[in-house]
């Protein structure tokens, strides 16, 4: 009896704080919202100033600002640099986003979700286009993390932006660069502005490498079986052995594996620790691309969508196609747009096919580990009864997929995928498949 009272006691605590950090938090957007209000104030008060004058206004206004920037930093004791920003970015919300504002100011946003609208709606320059992309996305930001929000916020301003994606990437195209920045201690920023797909994909493809090395790692550590010594150590880098060889690779994090075999394949041209325990140099990255069907017969300009980023435009999207082994065939709802099932016209694991394509990543609320790399999951467990079926099953990442078996908390799958998790305080959060909001209908929908 004492254990379940100390449990229920515990959660009551729990519930307490929780409480109180969820009120703190808004009461903290509250006061971020205003303190943009006050700068964006204070810079059209700036503006006023000199609004009158005949002569180099341009010049008196700059000047004005500058004497105002000073003020704001000095005061709150931040760069002038960091306070200009922040100028900027209030006057550019104040302006542009009254809703945002409005809904970061009542606290169910926070600073992170504001960051996140304003930079994908911040090139609609139609209002009306702006007040329904505010609208479309403000609805999903009230229950997402910002990291989830930023595909969804990109697409959703996609499909209202009066250019083509076919236009704005040939135009994004031009600003591909390497650049370098001098870091303390002797490091640097090697910084690599690349189209998205190929950045997705020499991320994914360097942490496939990391991940090898690291089992590679594990097994070199077991004894050798006739002589009982450890195994030769595994390297991770381009460096030649000696005094200043890198540190054993199970003492290094999967970034500093993914620097580490980034070198080696730029300086070398292909990791030297490819061997054949490890074939580094046989693996390769996986990106998932959605093409709507007449974008791939070239018949539309749709842009086309890369899990986990956003837009991309047709022509990536139908180079990448041609090039791909197979391809899955995505069929959704008239309205909706929620998908209902994939197929192949030669079936191969069609569920893990269907329930990738729909979840995209870790289904607990607010993980965008992608769909590839989690566990198939049984909502309902399958010791228990429950089926193996697209209604039961779910993708969570192994820390979630623990979590959810060795804690209190709870899921249940209800209808259109949507999973409803309880946690040990008995709060209730749900996490709806990304496609759902998504795929978003052009038009009325057809009448079959």
């Known amino acids: 009896m004492s254990s379940n009272l100390d449990r229920h ?91 945002t504002l409005a809904a ?8 992170g979700h504001v960051e996140v609208i304003v930079d994908a ?32 916020a990109r697409i959703v301003a996609d499909r209202l932006h009066p250019r083509s994606i076919d236009e704005r990437h040939a135009g994004a195209r031009l ?47 077991e004894p050798d079986a006739a002589t009982g010594d450890p195994a030769e150590p595994l390297r991770a880098s381009a460096m030649p052995p000696g005094e200043h060889d890198p540190e054993p690779v199970h003492d290094r994090s999967m970034d500093e594996l993914r620097a580490d075999i980034l070198c080696d394949l730029l300086l070398t041209a292909s990791p030297t620790i490819d061997d054949p325990a490890t074939a580094l140099g046989a693996i390769r990255a996986t990106v998932q691309v959605t093409v709507p069907v007449l974008t791939l017969a070239g018949r539309s300009g749709a842009a086309a969508t890369l899990a986990g980023s956003g837009p991309i435009d047709p022509e990536t999207a139908r180079v990448l196609a041609g090039g791909a082994t197979g391809w899955d065939r995505v069929m959704t709802h008239p309205v909706t747009s929620a998908v209902l099932a994939v197929d192949r016209y030669r079936p191969s694991e069609d569920l893990r096919r269907t329930l990738r394509v729909r979840d995209e990543h870790c ?16 909502s309902h467990d399958a010791a228990l009864g429950g089926a193996t079926c697209e209604a039961n099953l779910a993708h969570l990442c192994r ?45 009325d929908p057809r009448p079959f």
């Open 9 to 99: 006691s515990y959660d009551a605590a729990t519930g307490v704080l929780v409480d109180s950090v969820v009120t703190g938090r808004a009461a903290i957007a509250a006061l971020q919202a205003q303190e943009a209000e006050a700068l964006a104030g204070a810079a059209k008060l700036a503006s006023l100033r000199v609004a009158g004058e005949p002569s180099a206004v341009a010049r008196a206004r700059e000047m004005e600002m500058r004497s105002l920037v000073a003020e704001f930093a000095t005061a709150v004791r931040v760069s002038e640099r960091s306070m200009q920003r922040q100028v900027n970015e209030a006057e550019t919300l104040v302006g542009g986003f009254p809703r």
């Open 104 to 111: 970061w100011r009542e606290g169910t946003i926070a600073s």
């Open 121 to 152: 709606g911040f090139h609609i320059d139609d209002q009306d286009a702006r007040r329904a992309y505010e609208v479309a996305v403000l609805a999903r930001a009230e229950r997402e993390t910002p990291g989830r929000l930023r595909p969804v």
């Open 175 to 221: 600003a591909r660069a390497v650049v370098i920045n001098d870091l303390p201690d002797g490091m640097a920023e090697l910084i690599a502005t690349l189209p998205a797909v190929l950045a997705r994909g020499i991320h994914d493809r360097l942490s496939e490498q990391a991940r090898a090395v690291k089992a590679a790692r594990s097994r070199d550590d």
């Open 363 to 378: 289904r607990f609320p607010g993980c965008r580990m992608p769909a590839h790399r989690c566990d198939l999951d049984h």
């Open 399 to 443: 820390r979630h997929h623990t979590l959810k078996h060795a804690t209190r908390w709870t899921v249940r799958q209800l209808a259109g995928g949507v999973l409803e998790w309880t946690s040990p305080g008995s709060r209730h959060y749900t996490d709806a498949p990304e496609p759902v909001v998504r795929f978003m209908p052009s038009g």
